[in-house]
């Protein structure tokens, strides 16, 4: 990878299926812009409509990448290749980042991981409803040298997943290093924008030393808050730049950052449309002015550049929300959690608008199906679970117990295909993104235990969107927030844990048995 030019390195970021240079793309483009809206000509759009089985090799493998333009760096990367089933099932990121790996609901994918890193690792899928041993989870890391067989049916309706690494206490420093990729599930949606009009944003942030190198935890406040870096790289470099036509398009983001949680803005102030959260499409679109996206979390976006004129720029501006309320380190970091947060944006990505026929897009006004289970049907309804979240002795915790193997308490024990009700309750000064494996479920409360931070709350509340099913929840401090899950047919150990990477790696992780 380290020998493709950033030149072209960039133009392979276009199309979340596409491998293809947007001038190439552009250079076949007729002046008939609903003509080419029916023609797409990206690799996703080639992809086989069918279900037929695939077969991948995937590995993870130390390497080099140019993050910032002339520098080498050295990182690991998800490689990955068809061996057997549609070709255009595999399109390259064009940097660090893994290949974005294109499925659809109802195929059969076998994948042989291969770990070529000098640490012991495991690739989890993150979103997909499949068994315990497919779900790549931390006992099931293998060593180096060593391989992985997964043999899983794709059971998760279209939408944007991801995939990262998985082993115990070793996650958070090898997504950091560059192992993630997107998983793009195909199938039945409504018409919205597709190949070169459906572009990924991979939102990430590092530290660089003077070397060039990536710098990682360095101090214990780095581990107890989580390790935000000081340079947004998107797609896999830093100050990406995209080319647009005067079109609409599905802008799929991911923010896969090890920690900071982020308030998107456009840099027009015009609001952001969403369409998708955690790979469910929204019953109907949604606009906010400002989105927040916790690690591990995507929001599909929908927006129309028709109204741009060429060479007219929009910018997705990106700011962190860190908080602690209370005094976690007594070192002062973070804003203040009772007082309104205050928002510092920096550039995350920039679209430029080519010289193009404007093609106003039109977007659905039905987009998802409404859920098919409710907060009514939980078989705990009037006495939901607590999960309890808490900072103490250094580190963090869950109903005061950490990362302890393959376990779970009777509280952790629930039935295969009933929905129950989890309450998480934030008693710690930070936020935690809570994701569970497995399933996907519905935000159905959000109360104060203890309104100290709702100032800083108030902030971004608006961007913050329960409506849709979810995979992670924000759970602010002080906050209660209840979800109902309905649990899957499948039995056995299934990971819940805080996506801040290095939380996770220090023990902020538990299992759910379902019997
Ligand atoms: Cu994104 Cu347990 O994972
Ligand atoms: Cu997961
Ligand atoms: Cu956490």
């Known amino acids: 990878m380290n020998e493709i030019g950033r030149r072209d390195a960039l133009g392979l970021f276009f199309g979340a299926g596409a491998a293809l240079a947007l001038s190439a793309c552009s250079s076949d483009t007729s002046t008939d812009g609903t003509e080419r809206a029916t023609t797409p000509s990206s690799s996703a759009s080639e992809l086989e409509d069918t279900t037929g089985d695939l077969t991948l090799s995937l590995w993870a493998e130390p390497t080099t990448a140019e993050i910032t333009p002339g520098v080498t760096t050295d990182v690991y990367s998800f490689g990955a290749e068809v061996i057997d089933g549609d070709p255009a099932s595999v399109t390259p990121s064009g940097s660090y980042l893994g290949p974005t790996l294109h499925l659809r609901t109802g195929q059969r994918v076998r994948i042989t991981f291969e770990n070529r890193l000098p640490d012991e690792s495991i690739v989890h899928w993150h979103g ?3 068994p315990q041993d497919q779900d790549g989870q931390p006992s099931d890391a293998v060593a ?3 391989t992985y067989d997964y043999d899983f049916v794709i059971d998760n309706p279209p939408g944007t997943y991801w ?9 958070g420093e090898q997504v950091y290093k560059g192992l993630a990729g997107l998983l793009i599930i195909h199938g039945d949606e409504p018409p919205l924008p597709l190949g070169d ?5 991979v939102l990430q942030d590092r530290t660089f030393g003077s070397d060039g190198q990536l710098r990682y935890v360095t101090n214990m406040h780095d581990q107890m808050a989580g390790f935000v870096g000081d340079t947004l790289v998107t797609n896999g470099v830093a100050n990406l730049t995209v080319e647009v036509r005067r079109e609409a398009y599905r802008i799929r983001i991911l923010n896969g950052a090890n920690s900071r949680t982020q308030h998107l803005t456009w840099s027009t102030g015009q609001p952001l449309t969403a369409i998708a959260t955690d790979g469910n499409l929204l019953r109907e679109p949604t606009d906010v002015d400002g989105l927040v996206l916790t690690p591990a979390q995507r929001t599909d976006l929908w927006v ?3 109204t741009l004129e060429p060479g007219q720029q929009l910018e997705l501006l990106s700011s962190d929300t860190f908080i602690e309320s209370g005094s976690m380190m007594g070192n002062g970091m973070g804003s203040p959690a009772g007082s309104d947060l205050d928002l510092d944006p920096s550039v995350a990505v920039t679209f430029i608008v080519i ?4 093609s106003p897009g039109s977007l659905p006004d039905a987009l998802g199906t409404a859920p098919s289970f409710g907060a009514s049907d939980a078989i705990n309804a009037g006495s939901p679970k607590e999960i309890i979240l808490s900072t103490r002795r250094a580190s963090h915790w869950i109903n005061d117990r950490q990362w302890e193997g393959r376990d779970a308490t009777d509280l952790e024990t629930v039935t295969a295909n009933t929905v129950e009700l989890w309450e998480f309750v934030n008693q710690s000064p930070m936020a935690h993104p809570m994701h569970l494996h497995g399933r996907s479920f519905l935000v159905t409360g959000r109360s104060w235990d203890d309104d100290s931070a709702a100032g800083s709350w108030a902030t971004i509340e608006s961007g913050v969107i329960d409506a849709g099913l979810r995979d992670t929840v924000l759970v602010w401090p002080g906050q209660r927030v209840q979800i109902a899950v309905p649990f899957a047919d499948h039995r056995g150990y299934f990971l819940y844990h805080c996506h801040i990477l290095e939380h996770e790696d ?3 992780m538990r299992n759910f048995l379902v019997t």
Do not use: I, K, Q, W
Not at 163 to 171: A, D, S, V
Not at 355 to 358: K, N, T
């Open 128 to 130: 997909l409803v499949v």
């Open 355 to 358: 010289d193009s026929e404007p």
């Open 304 to 306: 129309d550049f028709s």
């Open 506 to 508: 220090s023990g902020m």
């Open 144 to 146: 180096p040298g060593a």
């Open 197 to 201: 009009n459906d572009l990924p944003v």
């Open 163 to 171: 995939y990262h690494p998985h082993p115990h206490g070793r996650t």
